[in-house]
């Protein structure tokens, strides 16, 4: 068994995680998951949507299987011109998380670029095991593309996207955009995304105990979505993207993820698995960042400078 | 994610808790992070804008609750610490102080005071000249200082003493340094070539031991300097040099210098016996002091008694000239030198 010896912190960030080390415990177990639902909705998420001109409605679609499940979508009232689409997916280990959790990232697009935004809530493991989360993350998309003109988007400008397992089924999402022949994808941001179920990588052994989503908060978040499955044959690429062997034809993708966290390699295999493939992928490791950190210490300057990146390449998405 | 927000401000001062303010930047400290990120951590964490304006600046730059970049400001009236070198670093609280605010200025001007200090490339130079200088520093220190400022390379080197708000022609080590005769600089060079419009030079060091002879001979110097001669070399003193150090150790004033104090109150002025050391004519006195060549030459008259002795002949001039020299020397203040 070797000793695995982590990449330091960020100094910011190591000084911020220590803040709030009793509130954002390392290890994620399956005890917490009911406690860690009960997410607060942030007060200021409403002040946000209407600082940009949107306005925020709720519809009902057809998910997995045909159960409906629902959607948010923001967008200026009385969109006339169609603008991108941004289909996000939130994040939460596959067990956490609603619709609107993430939603604040992409929400200033609508004010500069006229974009609408449709955010899925698909169902969570372990009630709602896999496939069901990425293929009511699918049903979705299809919704989305299929009702583009009503909607006010521009079908060939429609993105799919999200954080953490946000980011790994929007990675599945893409993949089964591929492989049913649409809906076609402008581009994919998978921004630090849950990708490797087998949890094999050094990286995902050097993160234990400490940081925020360890390798014991993994095996929750993956054991939960896939049961007995985990770690055999029977995992889909749909459900665990770095299991793809064949990763061309995607669309131009995004990955962006911290140089200490558990996600740090499965993103840099992924990313050169598109290269080889001879696909279009821009990836950034950020020294010394821990999982998500650019949402908890968003003053730290390594996290402004990967917001301010991520948010550049999606800008040249969104405008061509 | 808002754990982060207001966080200093709400960790519990009574307890442990308040620790973390400390730790929290520190550990900048220890992360060689710069003064935007103490600055943005300081915003974000307490909850409310954080300014900071470095020495000789208007403004400073001010970062928000949310961590981003507000328009530049003064630091007017808001609760406020130094942050070193002249700086100073402010907390816009809005409504009532928060409990750890106090220690959230505190810990954050002493981070920034130890970046300034860090990323002063100057001062050990600065205290290397200081230690040089100083009457109680220990032979270690001084042979510590001695090496880095090269002596030993130098076959001789000068001490000279320019007033606080002149500017250096070149660059050189140097250093404030508080006096009995206020503030003044401290330069060390390797020859005797003016350092700036206004300036003190000591006699020649031959070994870093001498530079506080050199040091004390430049301040006599400076206090000689005046419009007519800027620049003051302590060598070209000659034996008054002698006769300044030994008057600089008396308690009180040199008779002599006393009664050129005590004429001073009276019709004649310092710059009027200045003159009149210098040769000027009895016509040339009576119309530098604005009155007839009668009244002037009833004053000559009546300067001996005065002085005590007879300027009018060369053992008077002289000592006339000795005794201006030592007046000067007692009166003259650095902080006054324009």
Same mark, same amino acid.
């Given at each position: 068994? %070797?000793?695995?010896?982590?990449? %330091?912190?960020?100094?910011?960030?190591?000084?911020?995680?220590?803040?709030?080390?009793?509130?954002?415990?390392?290890?994620?177990?399956?005890?917490?998951?009911?406690?860690?639902?009960?997410?607060?909705?942030?007060?200021?998420?409403?002040?946000?949507?209407?600082?940009?001109?949107?306005?925020?409605?709720?519809?009902?679609?057809?998910?997995?299987?045909?159960?409906e499940i629902v959607v948010s979508i923001y967008r200026r009232p009385g969109q006339d011109t169609a603008g991108p689409g941004i289909y996000h997916i939130h994040g939460g280990g596959m067990v956490i998380g609603n619709r609107f959790a993430g939603v604040q990232s992409f929400l200033p697009f609508v004010a500069s670029h006229g974009a609408v935004i449709v955010s899925v809530e698909y169902r969570l493991a372990p009630e709602f095991p896999d496939p069901v989360p990425v293929e009511d993350c699918y049903a979705g998309l299809v919704w989305t593309a299929e009702n583009a003109a009503e909607l006010g988007i521009d079908p060939t400008r429609i993105i799919v996207g999200g954080a953490s397992a946000g980011g790994g089924l929007s990675a599945g999402v893409t993949l089964l955009a591929r492989d049913r022949q649409g809906p076609a994808l402008r581009a994919s941001l998978l921004i630090?995304?849950?990708?490797?179920?087998?949890?094999?990588?050094?990286?995902?052994?050097?993160?234990?105990?400490?940081?925020?989503?360890?390798?014991?908060?993994?095996?929750?978040?993956?054991?939960?979505l896939l049961g007995d499955r985990r770690g055999t044959d029977e995992v889909s690429i749909y459900a665990a993207p770095a299991r793809a062997e064949d990763l061309s034809g995607l669309p131009p993708t995004f990955i962006d993820v911290g140089s200490a966290e558990v996600f740090r390699d499965e993103c840099v295999a992924y990313a050169s698995q598109i290269w080889a493939a001879g696909g279009t992928a821009e990836l950034h490791v950020w020294p010394g960042g821990f999982h998500g950190f650019d949402g908890l210490a968003p003053q730290a300057q390594v996290s402004i400078a990967m917001v301010d990146t991520r948010n550049r390449w999606l800008t040249r998405m969104l405008e061509a | 994610m808002k754990e982060l927000s207001g966080r200093l401000s709400a960790l519990d001062p009574e307890a442990s808790e308040s620790l973390k303010v400390i730790t929290y930047f520190d550990k900048l400290i220890d992360g060689r992070v710069g003064a935007e990120g103490m600055l943005r951590g300081a915003a974000v964490l307490c909850g409310a804008p954080i300014g900071h304006r470095r020495a000789g600046q208007e403004s400073?730059?001010?970062?928000?609750?949310?961590?981003?970049?507000?328009?530049?400001?003064?630091?007017?009236?808001?609760?406020?610490?130094?942050?070193?070198?002249?700086?100073?670093?402010?907390?816009?609280?809005?409504?009532?102080?928060?409990?750890?605010?106090?220690?959230?200025?505190?810990?954050?001007?002493?981070?920034?005071?130890?970046?300034?200090?860090?990323?002063?490339?100057?001062?050990?130079?600065?205290?290397?000249?200081?230690?040089?200088?100083?009457?109680?520093?220990?032979?270690?220190?001084?042979?510590?200082?001695?090496?880095?400022?090269?002596?030993?390379?130098?076959?001789?080197?000068?001490?000279?003493?320019?007033?606080?708000?002149?500017?250096?022609?070149?660059?050189?080590?140097?250093?404030?340094?508080?006096?009995?005769?206020?503030?003044?600089?401290?330069?060390?060079?390797?020859?005797?070539?003016?350092?700036?419009?206004?300036?003190?030079?000591?006699?020649?060091?031959?070994?870093?031991?001498?530079?506080r002879e050199s040091w004390r001979s430049a301040l006599i110097a400076l206090r000689l300097a005046d419009d007519e001669r800027p620049v003051m070399r302590a060598a070209d003193l000659g034996a008054l040099l002698s006769l300044a150090e030994t008057e600089d150790q008396r308690a009180t004033a040199h008779p002599d210098a006393q009664a050129i104090e005590d004429l001073a109150t009276g019709p004649w002025t310092v710059r009027m016996l200045r003159a009149l050391v210098d040769g000027a004519s009895q016509r040339a006195l009576a119309a530098e002091a604005g009155v007839h060549h009668s009244t002037m030459c009833a004053r000559l008259l009546k300067l001996p008694g005065s002085l005590g002795y007879d300027p009018s002949t060369s053992a008077g001039r002289t000592r006339l000239d000795v005794a201006l020299m030592l007046h000067r020397l007692a009166h003259v203040r650095f902080d006054d030198e324009r």
């Open positions: 068994m %070797p000793t695995y010896t982590a990449p %330091p912190f960020d100094p910011e960030l190591g000084a911020a995680l220590d803040l709030v080390a009793g509130i954002i415990p390392p290890t994620f177990t399956p005890e917490m998951i009911p406690l860690m639902r009960e997410m607060p909705f942030d007060p200021a998420f409403d002040e946000l949507v209407a600082s940009v001109g949107a306005v925020h409605e709720e519809r009902t679609i057809p998910g997995c299987n045909g159960d630090y995304p849950m990708l490797d179920d087998r949890n094999e990588t050094v990286s995902s052994h050097q993160f234990q105990g400490i940081g925020v989503w360890d390798r014991a908060s993994n095996f929750t978040g993956w054991n939960a | 400073g730059r001010r970062f928000a609750a949310d961590g981003t970049e507000l328009h530049a400001g003064p630091p007017d009236g808001w609760p406020s610490a130094p942050a070193g070198e002249g700086s100073v670093v402010w907390l816009e609280r809005g409504d009532a102080a928060h409990a750890n605010d106090a220690l959230v200025l505190e810990r954050v001007a002493i981070a920034l005071s130890i970046l300034s200090r860090r990323l002063d490339t100057l001062a050990p130079t600065r205290r290397a000249v200081e230690v040089l200088l100083a009457g109680d520093a220990a032979d270690d220190e001084r042979a510590e200082a001695a090496a880095r400022l090269s002596f030993g390379a130098h076959a001789r080197t000068h001490a000279m003493a320019i007033p606080a708000s002149t500017t250096l022609y070149r660059a050189l080590p140097h250093a404030m340094v508080g006096t009995r005769f206020g503030i003044v600089r401290a330069v060390l060079a390797p020859d005797d070539g003016a350092p700036a419009s206004r300036a003190g030079i000591g006699i020649a060091a031959r070994s870093a031991g001498d530079l």
